[in-house]
């Protein structure tokens, strides 16, 4: 193409962003958020000199470009980014508290309960100001998470409790790469995690003046949990408490993931779909009940009035619900539509949304590495993208509604429901291949059911029945509440039963992911270059997936277990051959058949065990796990990769990569990559660096 350069196209692309002067904005929280992912993805912790430097530095250049609108508008997005990473720096800072470094027990702990959680076999508690005997007090964490197996005294948030107990330190990866528990845990101020042995004793009731204004919230939703589980008992009563307190404790495995496979785990999550039904339904009951009084009515504005009660209503459910972060965004911006309604103003915008992320990502920088923050705003900003282009585009065209009458109404409101579900499945699908390995298939019909069934029966019912508990006027509609989640888990229960319910991939790597956010937000954020480009972006992304292998083999940091994949099948090989619990995190980011083998089995399937060691042969190359000492010296002579849950005090001159206890112990948990004769290691210290949350031995210096 003559006469066509590269300056002209950039300057082309320059012109139309100038253009989109009213799309900038919403930029804001992704720089912002861009500056706390880099400082998440450092190897070390910087230094910060170096991030206060870079800052003024940054500002310093916003001074001296401010005549060159390209050049100022780099400094200003280097500056958001600059002070993106401070915040993540400084939110570290502020909840840095002492962790257990090795586990230690059994001990004896004390300490304030802070939450309980109810499970089916027991409870877990969170405890706080706690004392560990043989552990020093500047030693010692804020908070543990104590696990209660069989039957135990009844606790309440505030009680004083004493227990044995056997502590550790928050589980390391199981897998480089995958969930990082530590850095979680780290964030929520938890420094050791453990189990009772036996029950635990009460010191002291909880204090009738204790003023803790956490200690009175965790109270109530205790409070309410119980009287849930007293009226609904069974699975039934667990989603009820899921849906109104926000604790999912009480659901078994077995029931999640059937919610999950149906495309229902948005139910479970106090998001928008719970605020906005909870916020509509006061301000519904609020102006219809003013509406009965013709002198009220043509006095006083109803229509502000009830949206004040609605504002007020939707921030007690989202403390009642534990105020999780989609449930901090949803409350935001249902607060914030109702707020128009008082100031005549509609806000619902990507502005509104934009300002909503950066509250959030200030106060919670490290939300943005969670699947609950990247969800939720991933769906609304997809949404509200999609509708306001929708809406543009009928505002040019003058036609009839296509729906008319009750049968228009209905047909409408499920072509809603169907529209909504694909927009948000297609905005929430990375996140989900990325966290969790797998979407599901037929997520629109279940949704067609389900999402009237909550909107019109479940929580209307629940609203209604959280007024009437002060007066114990609760039953009849929590029994309501209750006839309604029934048809929800037979609704998620049918669909999960159909063949190919699910889609999974096997390894879902971070870049595609940043790619892939990077391509929606050029589409739903700018104008029509950065949609192309985001489009290309797309296409790209989805592409490069499937060349990206998988990990032949892991193993977890003891060496107690490891699992390897060849073909479609994973295969578990432990010492005594049951699957521990960093197994299971494995075969959930797989879709393949689980082999869960022995060692001692005679029949091979992936690898050849015997009492002493297993040999896994690809490609030419084999790889021993060896949990005998007595095959050591002869793997050694014979393997070109050894994997031993032991320490290697003697000469293996054979192998090209030797992985000892002392590895493990040091490095964490290992992934062995094998393609084209060409073995690659990583470990789970390369993938996570130094970081303060990071609490594996540091290693030794040469």
Not at 494 to 501: E, Y
Request: charged residues 15%; aromatic residues 10%; positive net charge.
């Amino acid at each position: 193409m003559r006469g066509i350069t590269k300056a002209k196209v950039f300057r082309h692309f320059w012109d139309d962003f100038k253009g989109d002067s009213d799309r900038w904005f919403p930029w804001l929280p992704v720089c912002f958020g861009g500056g706390i992912g880099l400082y998440f993805a450092l190897p070390h912790e910087p230094h910060y000199l170096f991030v206060l430097i870079g800052c003024l530095s940054s500002l310093v250049a916003l001074l001296l470009t401010k005549r060159t609108p390209f050049l100022f508008f780099a400094a200003g997005i280097l500056t958001v980014i600059i002070l993106g990473m401070g915040t993540a720096q400084l939110k570290t800072a502020a909840v840095k508290a002492p962790v257990l470094e090795k586990r230690i027990g059994p001990v004896t702990l004390e300490g304030k309960v802070l939450a309980v959680e109810k499970f089916s076999d027991g409870i877990r508690t969170l405890i706080g100001s706690s004392r560990i005997s043989g552990v020093p007090v500047y030693n010692t964490p804020r908070k543990v998470r104590i696990r209660f197996r069989g039957k135990t005294l009844n606790s309440n948030p505030g009680d004083w409790i004493r227990a044995k107990a056997v502590l550790m330190p928050p589980a390391a990866p199981a897998i480089p790469g995958e969930f990082d528990f530590q850095r979680y845990a780290f964030f929520k101020e938890i420094g050791g995690v453990g189990y009772g042995l036996g029950a635990f004793s009460i010191l002291k009731r909880a204090a009738v003046d204790d003023h803790s204004f956490e200690i009175w919230l965790e109270k109530l939703r205790y409070r309410i949990g119980e009287k849930i589980r007293n009226h609904i008992p069974g699975q039934t009563g667990a989603v009820a408490v899921a849906l109104i307190t926000g604790d999912r404790s009480g659901i078994d495995e077995q029931a999640i993931e059937k919610i999950r496979q149906a495309g229902l785990a948005h139910l479970l999550a106090i998001s928008g779909l719970h605020i906005g039904l909870v916020a509509g339904s006061i301000f519904l009951a609020v102006r219809g009940g003013l509406s009965l009084f013709p002198a009220v009515v043509l006095r006083f504005p109803i229509k502000k009035w009830a949206a004040t009660a609605s504002i007020f209503g939707a921030f007690g459910y989202a403390l009642i619900a534990g105020a999780s972060i989609p449930t901090q965004r949803a409350f935001l911006m249902v607060g914030l539509a109702l707020l128009g309604m008082l100031i005549d103003r509609e806000t619902i915008s990507l502005r509104s949304l934009a300002w909503v992320a950066l509250l959030i990502l200030f106060f919670y920088p490290e939300a943005i590495l969670g699947p609950s923050f990247q969800m939720s705003f991933a769906a609304v900003t997809a949404l509200i993208a999609f509708y306001g282009y929708w809406q543009n585009r009928r505002d040019r065209e003058v036609t009839a509604p296509p729906f008319r009458g009750l049968s228009g109404k209905i047909a409408r409101y499920l072509l809603g429901i169907s529209t909504t579900t694909l927009v948000a499945s297609a905005a929430t699908a990375p996140f989900a291949l990325y966290h969790f390995g797998q979407i599901a298939t037929f997520g629109i019909i279940a949704n067609l059911v389900a999402v009237p069934l909550a909107a019109l029966w479940i929580m209307p019912a629940a609203v209604v029945s959280i007024c009437m508990m002060p007066f114990g006027w609760e039953l009849p509609f929590l029994w309501m509440m209750g006839q309604g989640i029934e048809l929800l888990l037979l609704v998620s229960t049918s669909i999960s039963n159909l063949s190919n319910a699910t889609f999974g991939i096997a390894y879902f790597p971070t870049t595609s992911l940043v790619f892939l956010v990077l391509g929606g937000l050029l589409i739903c954020l700018s104008g029509n270059i950065g949609r192309r480009l985001g489009a290309i972006t797309l296409v790209v992304s989805v592409v490069a997936i499937p060349s990206v292998t998988w990990p032949t083999m892991v193993i977890e940091n003891t060496g107690d277990y490891a699992a390897v994949v060849t073909g479609n099948a994973v295969e578990l090989i432990t010492e005594n051959g049951l699957s521990k619990r960093s197994g299971r995190s494995w075969l959930e980011r797989t879709s393949f058949n689980v082999l869960d083998k022995k060692p001692s089995d005679s029949q091979p399937n992936i690898s050849k065990c015997d009492s002493q060691a297993c040999i896994l042969e690809k490609g030419g190359i084999s790889i021993a796990y060896v949990y005998g000492e007595g095959a050591l010296l002869e793997e050694c002579y014979r393997a070109d990769v050894v994997v031993s849950k032991f320490p290697i005090r003697r000469d293996c001159p054979f192998p090209k990569v030797v992985i000892d206890r002392f590895d493990l112990w040091r490095n964490g948990s290992y992934a062995i990559f094998i393609k084209d004769d060409v073995i690659e290691v990583v470990n789970d210290r390369e993938v996570r660096g130094n970081r303060p949350w990071v609490t594996l031995p540091k290693p030794k210096t040469q």
